[in-house]
């Protein structure tokens, strides 16, 4: 009788596991068919929709014993639609995410570690520091396969027109260059019209992985392996060059402070901000909306000390630890992920691939649309400075947000950011580090 118990128990466990996270069809007869995987997707473009649909179809032609089911997930709601499924045990096997969400997933242990199941051609095609981005204590939670520089868009006749250097990644305008052009391209632009746009209504991001390039790290690892915020230098130089351009020279507007990139658009393709730092991916968006006639380019954004680097939290392939076909979900990342595949997601995405191979793909290293200045800019990306970080999401909501955006639009000086930043946010750290 127990014996029976505990197979009927074991039973109805494998139903709910097959119920949540895909599972083994059965055929006419009873008999074990099919294996069922559920990717989540947060692929939004229509261009980067099709592309995943394409190859989840490909995958299931060529590959009839393990079936993937497309699911549409949403970027706005990942986080704690993740975090929801993984505590309600309906977590989807493969996971479309992006690396600095993988933090509290990883420590948690709701993530494979994927260090003995990844095939050695795709471990070798990453490069390491792409690899840094989703390595948290020893174990490796994510595939990281898309990456997006921050650039900056720009008017081409404006800029021409103005006389000033235009800059390239091979010589690229350091910050104080870059401030000056902002201050003397307003000039001869007229009354209402700005040099520089800053949509900054998610400013946590922007200022720490552009910050990269004046030597700011903002969190700091102690001898037992802790995050501690310190406020340097290098951290202010970027906050500084913007909260100066808003607030002193008035060549960027306080008006676009609380907006998201698409909101500045059109203010671009009229003529009133002749630039706007972006991700690389909003090129999309001004292929398909910029006026007839419009002309733009693709620039680096500035260089300090540290060069061209940057943060980056790459889009990144994870498996569910609960999942029970974690090598059918790998054979499927690898698929998913071989070069020439790798290539039509970052085009479907406008983004630039991992890959050391796709990155050597042609139709990468065209003018047309900035194609090459984004992947001259490939080598220089780094881990966003808080990937490693627990408790980053919170200290970003409530701490680091309002206190970048009242920097931003002037109404604290940088000694009172310094201050929130470090004193209101080594103890939410803290917190998550016990």
């Given at each position: 009788m127990r014996g029976r118990a505990l197979t009927a128990a074991a039973a109805a466990l494998a139903l709910l596991l097959a119920g949540c996270f895909g599972g083994a069809e059965r055929d006419g007869d009873g008999r074990a068919?099919?294996?069922?995987l559920r990717f989540q997707s947060l692929a939004w473009q229509k261009e980067s929709v099709d592309a995943n649909k394409e190859l989840v179809?490909?995958?299931?032609?060529?590959?009839?014993?393990?079936?993937?089911?497309?699911?549409?997930?949403?970027?706005?709601?990942?986080?704690?639609?993740?975090?929801?499924?993984?505590?309600?045990g309906e977590a989807p096997d493969i996971i479309h995410d992006a690396s600095d969400d993988l933090a509290d997933f990883a420590y948690g242990g709701y993530l494979a570690d994927l260090r003995g199941l990844?095939?050695?051609?795709?471990?070798?095609?990453?490069?390491?520091?792409?690899?840094?981005?989703?390595?948290?204590?020893?174990?490796?939670?994510?595939?990281?396969?898309?990456?997006?520089?921050?650039?900056?868009?720009?008017?081409k006749k404006i800029l021409r027109s103005s006389g000033v250097r235009i800059p390239t990644p091979a010589r690229p305008w350091t910050w104080p260059e870059f401030r000056q052009v902002t201050k003397e391209l307003t000039a001869t632009m007229g009354k209402g019209r700005y040099a520089v746009a800053w949509p900054?209504?998610?400013?946590?991001?922007?200022?720490?992985?552009?910050?990269?390039?004046?030597?700011?790290?903002?969190?700091?690892?102690?001898?037992?392996?802790?995050?501690?915020?310190?406020?340097?230098?290098?951290?202010?130089v970027m906050p500084g060059t913007v909260h100066a351009q808003v607030n002193t020279d008035r060549s960027a507007p306080r008006g676009t402070l609380g907006m998201g990139g698409s909101d500045t658009l059109p203010g671009f393709f009229g003529g009133r901000?002749?630039?706007?730092?972006l991700g690389f991916s909003y090129r999309q968006q001004?292929?398909?909306?910029?006026?007839?006639?419009?002309?733009?380019?693709?620039?680096?954004?500035?260089?300090?000390?540290?060069?061209l680097a940057q943060g980056v939290s790459p889009?990144?392939?994870?498996?569910?630890?609960?999942?029970?076909?974690?090598?059918?979900?790998?054979?499927?990342?690898?698929?998913?992920?071989?070069?020439?595949?790798?290539?039509?997601?970052?085009?479907?995405?406008?983004?630039?691939?991992?890959?050391?191979e796709a990155l050597k793909d042609p139709s990468?290293?065209?003018?047309?649309?900035?194609?090459?200045?984004?992947?001259?800019?490939?080598k220089d990306l780094r881990p966003a400075p808080a990937q490693w970080v627990r408790g980053y999401p919170e200290w970003k909501d409530k701490v680091a947000t309002p206190a970048f955006q009242e920097f931003y639009s002037g109404a604290i000086d940088a000694r009172e950011l310094e201050k929130r930043l470090v004193d209101d946010g080594n103890p939410v750290l803290a917190r998550y580090q016990r």
């Open positions: 068919g099919r294996v069922v179809a490909e995958w299931n032609a060529a590959h009839p014993g393990i079936r993937v089911e497309y699911v549409q997930g949403s970027w706005d709601s990942v986080h704690d639609q993740l975090l929801t499924s993984f505590e309600g990844l095939p050695a051609r795709l471990k070798a095609d990453i490069p390491r520091r792409s690899w840094e981005t989703v390595t948290f204590g020893d174990g490796v939670y994510g595939v990281p396969f898309l990456q997006e520089p921050r650039v900056i868009m720009a008017n900054l209504k998610e400013p946590v991001s922007v200022s720490l992985n552009l910050g990269l390039s004046a030597g700011g790290r903002l969190f700091h690892r102690g001898d037992d392996g802790k995050a501690e915020i310190r406020f340097t230098d290098g951290d202010a901000y002749a630039m706007v730092p001004i292929v398909r909306q910029a006026p007839e006639g419009f002309e733009w380019m693709v620039l680096p954004a500035p260089a300090g000390d540290g060069g889009q990144t392939l994870s498996i569910a630890e609960d999942s029970p076909y974690k090598k059918e979900a790998v054979r499927f990342i690898d698929f998913l992920l071989q070069p020439r595949n790798m290539v039509r997601l970052a085009r479907g995405d406008w983004m630039l691939p991992t890959g050391t990468l290293h065209t003018a047309k649309d900035g194609w090459a200045t984004g992947v001259a800019l490939a």
